[in-house]
């Protein structure tokens, strides 16, 4: 099997694990007597089955670099559900969750593993180029979404979203998965923001797009409860995630521009 088709292989195998992942947990939480909201687990799961499989088209139709950037982008934000995961599995915390836990571990490994041979695939990269005042300001007001509460409730003053999420995690561990989330971002928007051409653009769209179901999800949230509202951190997020997917349209018809002098790196298993 060459690696081509091995990165299809092992990505079509993180969506199906994702969405074994998606109905033990609804099926789980139903058994316990919990209520979960279908909207929710769906809008959650949306993307860690789609992306994968919009991977494996990219590679179908000869573009491995935007693969690479798609699978390589989606890996990095996604780090902090495997390290919840196995947070659970080692602190003998998972309960009727593990099988879940595991799942996760394995869906995210099998993604990781398309990552990195789709990184292999790619060749050489363009030139990096100095983003724009507008994308950076975008880019900040998503961070920001990350690092303060998006949700707060109305009445009780600053408190409830006026410190970091870090600050207000129940334990250690919780804070740790939160401070990695918010510094994942941040270097994932750097890297997007300096690519030029489709491959920052694919980079930047997968991010925002993974950002904005959080967002949907926040919203979602604020519909089915009067008493809460988005906190000032919520709209920056939202409107930062909206303001980058508009951007990274706005890109995708722009060529991408190599390095000068370099020379295409080619797969001797793809031959």
Do not use: C, K
Request: charged share 10%; net charge neutral; glycine share 10%.
């Amino acid at each position: 099997m060459d690696r081509r088709m091995l990165v299809m292989v092992m990505a079509t195998a993180a969506t199906t694990l994702f969405v074994l992942v998606a109905i033990y947990t609804w099926a789980t939480a139903t058994a316990i007597g919990a209520t979960p909201s279908l909207g929710r687990l769906a809008l959650s799961a949306l993307p860690l089955t789609v992306t994968p499989l919009v991977g494996v088209a990219l590679l179908r139709r000869g573009r491995p670099r935007h693969a690479a950037a798609l699978l390589a982008t989606a890996a990095l934000v996604w780090l902090p559900v495997p390290a919840s995961a196995i947070r659970l599995l080692v602190g003998g915390s998972a309960g009727v969750w593990t099988a879940g836990a595991l799942l996760e571990v394995a869906a995210y490994g099998a993604l990781a593993v398309a990552a990195s041979l789709a990184l292999q695939l790619a060749g050489s990269w363009p030139a990096r180029t100095r983003p724009s005042a507008i994308a950076g300001l975008l880019a900040a007001g998503v961070v920001v979404g990350a690092v303060w509460p998006p949700v707060a409730t109305p009445g009780s003053g600053t408190a409830d979203w006026v410190r970091p999420v870090v600050l207000t995690a129940a334990e250690p561990g919780d804070a740790a998965v939160l401070a990695l989330m918010a510094l994942v971002v941040a270097l994932v928007f750097a890297v997007g923001l300096t690519t030029p051409g489709r491959t920052g653009a694919v980079i930047l769209a997968t991010v925002a797009a993974v950002l904005l179901v959080d967002h949907l999800g926040n919203l979602l949230t604020v519909a089915g409860d009067p008493e809460l509202a988005l906190a000032p951190a919520g709209w920056a997020g939202l409107l930062g995630t909206l303001g980058l997917l508009l951007l990274a349209a706005g890109r995708l018809p722009d060529a991408d521009r190599p390095p000068v002098g370099s020379a295409m790196v080619v797969d001797p298993d793809a031959a």
